[in-house]
C-alpha cells in the first residue's frame, strides 16, 4: 500500500457539559490517503492538564513523518510505522495508528474490530443493542481520573 497524500486539519468545538473545567476542545483529523483513493481517519486532541503532550507537538510530530509513504497491508505494518513516532507524544502516535487501522479496514472491506480480530463481528450486538435487548460484555472501558475513587465506583452502579 502506498500512502501518497496526508491532511491534518485542526478541528475545535465547545464540550457539552463541564466535566473536568473544559468547555471547549482542540484536535487535529488525520486523514492519509492510499493510492486508490481510499481515505482513513485519525484523531490526535491532547487533553490539557493531563496529556504530556501540546496540541502543537503532536501536528509536529504527525507533520515530520515522512509524505509518502509505503506500507505493507498487513496489521503488523502500522506497529513498525506507529514507532516511528516517539511513545511521550501518546495523541500523534493514536492519530497515526488509527488512520492507518482505518485505511487497512477499508481496503478490506470490513470495521477496524473485524480487522484487529477477524472472529469478532460487531454488527449482531450493535443490532441487539438497538432493539432494545440487554447486552452483555466480558469488558467494559471506564474513564477515570477526574472523580474520587469512591465515587467512580459509585457511577459503575
Known sequence: MFVHRRALIEVAGPIEGEEGGWTFRRGLLLALEDEEGK??????????????????????????????????????????????????LASARFALETALYDLLAKREGVSVAALLDPARDSAPLCQSYREGDRI????????AGLDTFEDGVGRLG
Request: net charge negative; glycine share 6%.
Open 39 to 88: 481515505i482513513g481517519f485519525g484523531e490526535a486532541s491532547p487533553l490539557p492538564g493531563w496529556s504530556r503532550e501540546q496540541l502543537a507537538t503532536s501536528r509536529w510530530a504527525v507533520e515530520a513523518m515522512s509524505n509518502p509513504f509505503e506500507l505493507e497491508a498487513e496489521i503488523h505494518a502500522v506497529d513498525a510505522v506507529v514507532r516511528e513516532v516517539p511513545p511521550v
Open 136 to 143: 452483555r460484555a466480558d469488558t467494559i472501558k471506564v474513564k
